[in-house]
Nanobody, 123 residues
Framework: QVRLMESGGGLVQPGGSLRLSCVAS????????MGWYRQAPGNQRDRELV?????????KYGDSVSGRFTISGDGAKKTVYLQMNSLTVGDTSVYYC???????????????WGQGTQVTVSS
């Protein structure tokens, strides 16, 4: 089992910046993708992809954050960061760290989630 610990959320004014961090522990050897998702208040649907980074360095961004957010990671330490700039009220959400692990024996991919960290953008 993979455990994920997020930090760095908080309250920021529109146009401001925040940096989120996530550290993985436990069964981290098979992690091949780490990322960030968010779920806005009152939204019970699927979580929205913010950004993800693979072990080979490939990065994917959600359309709504491309150009404003930057994901980076330390593959050896299984740590991932999200630098968020030019924040808007629409970025207010709970942000969840994710880790995808591939089990080569069972040939399945599993996803673990952190508990989430609140980001509030308000004047």
């Amino acid at each position: 089992q993979v455990r994920l610990m997020e930090s760095g959320g908080g309250l920021v004014q529109p146009g401001g910046s925040l940096r989120l961090s996530c550290v993985a522990s436990g069964s981290i050897f098979n992690i091949n993708v780490m990322g960030w998702y968010r779920q806005a208040p009152g939204n019970q649907r699927d979580r929205e992809l913010v950004a993800s980074i693979r072990n080979d360095g490939r990065i994917k961004y959600g359309d709504s954050v491309s150009g404003r957010f930057t994901i980076s990671g330390d593959g050896a330490k299984k740590t991932v960061y999200l630098q968020m700039n030019s924040l808007t009220v629409g970025d207010t959400s709970v942000y969840y760290c994710s880790a995808d692990s591939y089990d080569p024996v069972a040939a399945v991919v599993s996803r673990d989630w952190g508990q989430g960290t609140q980001v509030t953008v308000s004047s």
